[in-house]
């Protein structure tokens, strides 16, 4: 498999929880009963897999390779994306602590976590796209065939050294019992 398209089947499980999540806000808004642990395990999900798995493959590995060759860091669509990055951790982290809160009883923290999740949603959805269609075809252009290999050996770096053994079985997982609980699965 390809780099990005390793990426790429990454960016399809975080949809799978992306359309959970968006589905438990509205079922948070319908007064429907709904574990209140659903979005602290959503905002588990994204630290540890789309920011932890994904994007730290994105970031430390295919980035570094594209900056060094013509798609620096610094401006441009590589900017851009790890300032949409910056921008998912912020959303994340409002998230998590507003579904504390409601996981603690406090019922005035739900428009905090239906506004954090549908942001959020909205943002990686869009952020998602702009990679499969513009970023990742601009990678299989610019990075020369016999670096492939290096890219790579990179992901593997990050699962097995920086993610840890197993790890990223587990939040796939646990995408798929959140899409469950959500109705989605
Ligand atoms: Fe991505």
Redesign the pocket.
């Known amino acids: 498999m390809q780099a990005t398209e390793i990426?790429m089947s990454?960016?399809r499980v975080?949809e799978r929880v992306i359309a959970a999540l968006e589905s438990a806000a509205n079922q948070l808004d319908e007064g429907q009963p709904l574990r209140p642990g659903f979005f602290l395990d959503a905002a588990d999900f994204i630290q540890g897999f789309a920011d932890g798995c994904?994007?730290r493959k994105?970031e430390g590995v295919l980035f570094k390779m594209l900056g060094d060759h013509g798609l620096p860091a610094q401006g441009g669509p590589v900017g851009v994306?790890l300032a949409e990055h910056a921008q998912a951790r912020q959303i994340t982290a409002v998230l998590r602590s507003a579904a504390q809160s409601l996981e603690a009883g406090d019922a005035s923290a739900r428009p905090d976590v239906t506004r954090s999740a549908r942001a959020y949603a909205a943002l990686l959805r869009q952020?998602?796209l702009k990679?499969d269609t513009i970023l990742f075809p601009a990678a299989d252009r610019v990075i020369p065939a016999e670096l492939h290999a290096a890219v790579l050996d990179g992901f593997e770096h990050v699962e097995h050294e920086e993610t840890g053994e197993g790890v990223h079985e587990k939040y796939l997982a646990l995408a798929q019992s959140l899409e469950v609980e959500a109705g989605l699965g």
Request: hydrophobic share 35%.
């Open positions: 990426l990454e960016h975080i994904h994007h994105e994306m952020h998602i990679e």
